[in-house]
């Protein structure tokens, strides 16, 4: 079982920048994909980075390309997201997700989830 938190959420200006963390116990995260998501009251949950268990391959969601970057650290258990250049169109909770198998950008092959964490862009 693996146990995972986000933290670093808040509220920031438009053009702000936040950096989120997902820190993971109960299993070492180092053979897990894993993936930020957010939803928007009243939408559905989108994918917005993933990144591989190595780090070597990531992606990125069109709307956050250029402006928000993953990465992982396996020896602190803890994943990142670096977010720049924030819009209120970014305001949503945010989760972060494992699974111990491949890169996906699917929300339901996740096996994990935090409980994610609020950010709000304010115009």
């Known amino acids: 079982q693996v146990q995972l938190v986000e933290s670093g959420g808040g509220l920031v200006q438009t053009g702000g920048s936040l950096r989120l963390s997902c820190a993971a116990s109960g299993r070492t995260l180092r053979s897990y994909a894993m993936g930020w998501f957010r939803q928007a009251p009243g939408k559905e949950r989108e994918v917005v980075a993933a990144i591989s268990w190595s780090g070597g391959v990531t992606y990125y969601a069109d709307s956050v390309k250029g402006r928000f970057t993953i990465s992982r650290d396996n020896a602190k258990n803890t994943m990142y997201l670096q977010m720049n250049s924030l819009k209120p169109e970014d305001t949503a909770v945010y989760y972060c997700?494992?699974?111990?198998?491949?890169?996906?950008?699917?929300?339901?092959?996740?096996?994990?989830w935090g409980q994610g964490t609020q950010v709000t862009v304010s115009s």
């Open positions: 997700a494992a699974r111990a198998s491949g890169i996906t950008v699917v929300a339901g092959q996740y096996d994990f």
